[in-house]
């Protein structure tokens, strides 16, 4: 990405004689390039997964509560005395 060596230098390196060896590197450049930004930055997919995370733990949450309640009104159990007297 520094352009210390020549393309053509690069894919005689890495073993990539042919003629489409280049363009193949030039290709993988310019998908760098462009992609490594946004890999970077705090904003985007990070932030777009965090805000929908939160939302299916919110939906979560809600249904284990709705369903604790149904169970409890099936069994028709009532409330527990939390200080333990009958």
């Known amino acids: 990405m520094k352009e210390e060596k020549t393309i053509s ?3 005689a390196e890495i073993g990539v004689g042919c003629p489409q ?21 705090r904003e985007g997919k990070a932030s777009e997964q965090s805000q929908a995370h939160e939302q299916q733990l919110s939906e979560l949450y809600g ?24």
């Open 9 to 11: 230098q690069l894919a």
């Open 21 to 41: 060896g280049a363009t193949q590197l030039k290709e993988w450049k310019r998908i760098a390039l462009t992609g490594l930004p946004a890999l970077f930055s």
């Open 63 to 86: 249904e284990i509560g709705r369903l604790t309640t149904q169970v409890s009104c099936a069994q028709g159990a009532p409330e527990k005395n939390l200080a333990g007297a009958p």
